[in-house]
């Protein structure tokens, strides 16, 4: 991965705080970028969350952003998942414009990236195994449904909540809910995952469950993590 901010170079009131990035070096062959994002900037009026960002990210790599609330952090993911567009600049995901205001396919591209919000953003009306079935089935339709549920069954146990699969959200603790959002995401297994703050709702045994699952090798292998 390599990225690169410089904060003020485009006039703004507020400029945005400064963003920290480090990354874990890929475990797959590289061929074109899968994230490739160039001068890319965004703001939200007049205040700068995003200015003049380059960042490259293969398949495989592992990229950590940290910096203080309000400097861009979660702007940057729901740019590169296609939530926002950015004001200037370039953003391709796995050689899709995403930069551009209308975008043919862009559900389709979206399908194969996993996201997991802050604040999980379960269905309440389905249980935590059901919540996974689902984003399964919307993720690849033609997969049988014997599949679906081994896999959905296989996600919640490696984030140690194979016991409270039958549970609503209303019936789960912020952390549970914060690992069957995890489990959503990675159960597709995604070309690219985005994740913000993960582990903020976690104690530290869970938050090392979840991050352990986030870095395995399986899940490198399918793609990028952010």
């Known amino acids: 991965m390599r990225v690169e901010e410089r904060n003020g170079a485009r006039p703004a009131r507020t400029p945005p705080p400064l963003l920290k990035l480090d990354f874990v070096p890929s475990i797959a062959a590289q061929a074109r970028p899968l994230v490739q994002v160039v001068g890319a900037s965004h703001a939200f009026g007049r205040v700068l969350s995003v200015t003049d960002l380059n960042l490259s990210i293969g398949a495989g790599e592992v990229a950590f952003v940290s ?6 952090k979660t702007t940057i993911l729901r740019l590169l998942h296609g939530q926002l567009r950015p004001r200037g600049g ?3 995901i796995d050689g899709h414009p995403f930069h551009r205001r209308w975008l043919r396919g862009v559900a389709g591209v979206r399908r194969n990236i996993g996201f997991v919000f802050q604040d ?9 195994f059901e919540n996974v079935v689902f984003a399964l089935e919307v ?3 033609s997969v049988p449904s014997r599949m679906v549920r081994r896999r ?8 140690g909540l194979g016991q409270r ?8 603790s912020g952390g549970e809910r914060q690992r069957v959002a995890v489990a959503r ?13 993960p582990t903020r709702p976690l104690d ?11 870095l395995a090798p399986p899940v490198r292998a399918a793609g990028g993590v952010l």
């Open 90 to 92: 370039e953003i391709w």
């Open 67 to 72: 910096g203080p609330s309000g400097a861009g």
């Open 152 to 159: 959905a069954t296989e996600v919640l146990e490696s984030v």
């Open 120 to 128: 999980a953003r379960l269905l309440r009306r389905l249980t935590a």
């Open 165 to 172: 699969s039958k549970a609503y959200p209303d019936q789960l």
């Open 204 to 214: 530290d045994p869970r938050a090392e469950v979840v991050m352990r699952e986030l």
């Open 185 to 197: 995401a990675l159960a597709p297994k995604p070309a690219l995952l985005l994740v913000d703050e």
């Open 139 to 141: 993720a690849d339709p």
